[in-house]
């Protein structure tokens, strides 16, 4: 069993920041790439930012230059700093990561979601 939690997401202006976190917990016997995903109302789930397990990234355009993935690999967490947001960055973002069992080949796992709510 493979849990994903997320935390620091909330209200802020734009402009301002915010950091999100997620730990992977669980059977966990390695993890490959981890990642952040968001989803608007009404719109599909879009890739954020992605970093591999030996520490490349890659971010969709529109949030190059603000926002910055990075993860620990001895505490299985993988955090998103946001800076300047803007209103449309509006959305539940979404923890992602690629992990194996001791028990079960490697498979996407899905956090709970937080919401992010930017404010003009």
């Known amino acids: 069993q493979v849990q994903l939690v997320e935390s620091g997401g909330g209200l802020v202006q734009a402009g301002g920041s915010l950091r999100l976190s997620c730990v992977a917990s669980g059977s966990i016997f390695s993890i490959n790439a981890m990642g952040w995903y968001r989803q608007a109302p009404g719109k599909q789930r879009e890739l954020v930012a992605v970093i591999t397990s030996g520490g490349s990234t890659n971010y969709a355009d529109s949030v190059k230059g603000r926002f910055t993935i990075s993860r620990d690999n001895a505490k299985n967490t993988v955090s998103l700093q946001m800076n300047s947001l803007k209103p449309e960055d509006t959305a539940v973002y979404y923890c992602?990561?690629?992990?194996?069992?001791?028990?079960?080949?490697?498979?996407?796992?899905w956090g709970q979601g937080t919401q992010v709510t930017v404010s003009s």
């Open positions: 992602n990561a690629h992990i194996g069992t001791i028990v079960s080949r490697t498979t996407f796992y």
